[in-house]
C-alpha cells in the first residue's frame, strides 16, 4: 500500500459507467453550438455536453463564464493556473478534468517538465517553492477541504492576499467540476492523445 507522501498520483475507480445515456441530439441552439465549437479547439465534443449540458443547457454559458474566468481573469501566471487544476482533478479521481486541463495545458504551450511533475510536486526540481505550496494547498483541498494551518502560513510567505483567494476559488471551482463529472460517471475522453489542431 502506498504511503502518504506517495499518494499524489491519480486516485480513479478501475471502471467508469456512465450513470445517465447519452443524448445524440440537442435542440437548444446555445449547446450546439458549443459543442461545434469545442470539436474545432480540441478536435472531439467533450461527454459533459451530451450528458450535462444536453439536459440543462441553462448551466451551460453561466459555467463557461466561471471557466473563462479561471483561464483568463485571474492574475495568477496561467501555467500555475493550469498546474492546480490539474492537481486538484488528479487528487479527486477526475479523469475527465484531469485529461482535459492537461490537453489544455500542453496545447497552450506549458513547461512539460512542470507538466510532468504535477503529479508528484515534491519530486519536481522543475516546480518553484510557490508552486509546490500551490499544489499542497490543491492536494488538502482535494482532501479534507481545509489546508493546514502550516500550509497556510507558506501561502500567505508566497503569495498576496489577492492570490490565496484566487487559488482557494480555483481549488474549490475544480473541485466542484471534478464532482459534477465523477458523480455522472464521465471519464476521461482522452484529449491529450488527440493531435493538435493546426493554426
Known amino acids: 500500500m502506498p504511503s502518504a507522501s506517495t499518494s499524489l498520483a491519480v486516485r480513479v475507480e478501475s471502471e467508469h459507467t456512465l450513470r445517465l445515456p447519452l443524448i445524440g441530439r440537442v435542440s437548444d441552439l446555445r449547446v450546439r453550438l458549443f459543442a461545434a465549437l469545442f470539436r474545432r479547439e480540441l478536435g472531439k465534443v467533450m461527454t459533459p455536453v451530451w450528458v450535462i449540458y444536453a439536459?440543462?443547457?441553462r448551466l451551460?454559458?453561466?459555467?463557461?463564464?466561471?471557466?473563462?474566468?479561471?483561464?483568463k481573469g485571474l492574475s495568477l501566471d496561467p501555467t500555475l493556473v493550469d498546474l492546480v487544476q490539474i492537481r486538484v482533478s488528479a487528487a479527486n479521481?477526475?479523469?475527465?478534468?484531469?485529461?482535459?486541463?492537461?490537453?489544455?495545458?500542453?496545447r497552450s504551450g506549458r513547461d512539460a517538465r512542470k507538466l510532468a511533475a504535477v503529479d508528484q510536486p515534491a519530486l519536481g526540481a522543475e516546480l518553484s517553492d510557490a508552486e509546490r505550496i500551490a499544489l499542497t494547498l490543491a492536494e488538502e483541498i482535494?482532501?479534507?477541504?481545509l489546508p493546514s494551518d502550516g500550509t497556510f502560513t507558506a501561502l500567505r510567505a508566497a503569495f498576496s492576499e489577492r492570490a490565496i483567494v484566487e487559488l482557494v476559488w480555483l481549488c474549490s471551482f475544480t473541485a466542484y467540476l471534478n464532482r459534477m463529472a465523477r458523480v455522472l460517471g464521465i471519464a476521461s475522453d482522452g484529449f491529450c492523445d488527440l493531435p493538435a489542431r493546426s493554426s
Open 93 to 106: 479521481g477526475c479523469t475527465f478534468c484531469t485529461d482535459l486541463h492537461r490537453a489544455v495545458a500542453q
Open 142 to 145: 482535494a482532501g479534507n477541504g
Open 60 to 71: 451551460l454559458w453561466p459555467q463557461m463564464l466561471m471557466i473563462r474566468l479561471a483561464q
Open 55 to 57: 439536459r440543462m443547457p
